[in-house]
C-alpha cells in the first residue's frame, strides 16, 4: 500500500515564503501530486512531478527527490488567498487505473 | 465548460435508507473515481473507473456500489446507508498519465 505525511498545519504571514513538505511509502511510484482544497470547495489541481527536480508554475514550485521518498510544494510571495489546505497525493505503479493515494493535507494559514 | 457535476449537493438520509449520488463529466475523460473525506482522514478512493466498462474497488469499498453507465457518467450506490458514511462525497475525472485528477463541487451526504 501506499501511505503520506505531511505536516496538519503551517502558519505564515502574507508576502512570506512556505514550505510544505511531503514524505511518502509506496511499492512502486510513477509521480507525485499536490492538491489545494479552500474550505467547503473541491480539491484542485496544482502540480505534477514524475522526475526529481523543481518544477515551477508561477507563485507556486513543487519538487521531488525520488531517492530520498520526498516531495514539497513552494509557495512565494504568500496572499491572503492561498489559505487552504494542500494534499500531496502518490501515483503509485500497482493496480492501474491512474489512481492517486492522498496524505491527510497541511492547513496553510496566511496571516496579515 | 461544465467540468465534473454531481447531483445532489446535499442529502440527509435515516439509516438504511438507500440512494444514489450521480457524477457526469463532460471533458472525455476516461477514468473516473469516487472519494470520500473525513476530517483529519484526506480523501480516502471508495471505487474508480479506468475505462468505460470497468470498475474496480479502492481503499474504501465496503457499503457501496458502482455503475460507469456509458464514458461520461458514473454513480456511487449507497444500498443501505450507515451513520458511519456520514462524509462529503467527491467525483472526480482524468484524461490519464501525468494530468490531474478534475473534481466535482462534492455531496455532503449525512445519515442519521
Known amino acids: 500500500g501506499q501511505s503520506l505525511e505531511q505536516p496538519s498545519e503551517v502558519t505564515a504571514v502574507e508576502g512570506a515564503i512556505v514550505q510544505i513538505n511531503c514524505t511518502y511509502q509506496?511499492?512502486?511510484?510513477?509521480?507525485l501530486s499536490w492538491y489545494q482544497q479552500h474550505d467547503g470547495g473541491a480539491p484542485t489541481f496544482l502540480s505534477y512531478?514524475?522526475?526529481?527536480g523543481l518544477e515551477e508554475t508561477g507563485r507556486f514550485s513543487s519538487f521531488l527527490s525520488r531517492s530520498d521518498s520526498y516531495g514539497y510544494l513552494l509557495l512565494q510571495e504568500l496572499q491572503m488567498k492561498d489559505s487552504a489546505s494542500y494534499f500531496c497525493?502518490?501515483?503509485?505503479?500497482?493496480?492501474?487505473?491512474?489512481?492517486?493515494?492522498f496524505g491527510t493535507g497541511t492547513q496553510l494559514k496566511v496571516e496579515l | 465548460n461544465a467540468g465534473v457535476t454531481q447531483t445532489p449537493k446535499f442529502q440527509v438520509l435515516k439509516t438504511g435508507q438507500s440512494m444514489t449520488l450521480q457524477c457526469a463529466q463532460d471533458m472525455n475523460h476516461n477514468s473516473m473515481y469516487w472519494y470520500r473525506q473525513d476530517p483529519g482522514m484526506g480523501l480516502r478512493l471508495i471505487y474508480y473507473?479506468?475505462?468505460?466498462?470497468?470498475?474496480d474497488k479502492g481503499e474504501v469499498p465496503n457499503g457501496y456500489n458502482v455503475s460507469r453507465l456509458n464514458k461520461r457518467e458514473f454513480s456511487l450506490r449507497l444500498e443501505s446507508a450507515a451513520p458511519s458514511q456520514t462524509s462529503v462525497y467527491f467525483c472526480a475525472s482524468a484524461r490519464g498519465g501525468d494530468y490531474g485528477y478534475t473534481f466535482g463541487s462534492g455531496t455532503r451526504l449525512t445519515v442519521v
Open positions: 497525493a502518490v501515483r503509485a505503479s500497482t493496480g492501474g487505473g491512474n489512481k492517486l493515494t
Open positions: 473507473s479506468a475505462s468505460e466498462g470497468t470498475t
Open positions: 512531478n514524475a522526475l526529481d
Open positions: 509506496t511499492s512502486g511510484f510513477y509521480g
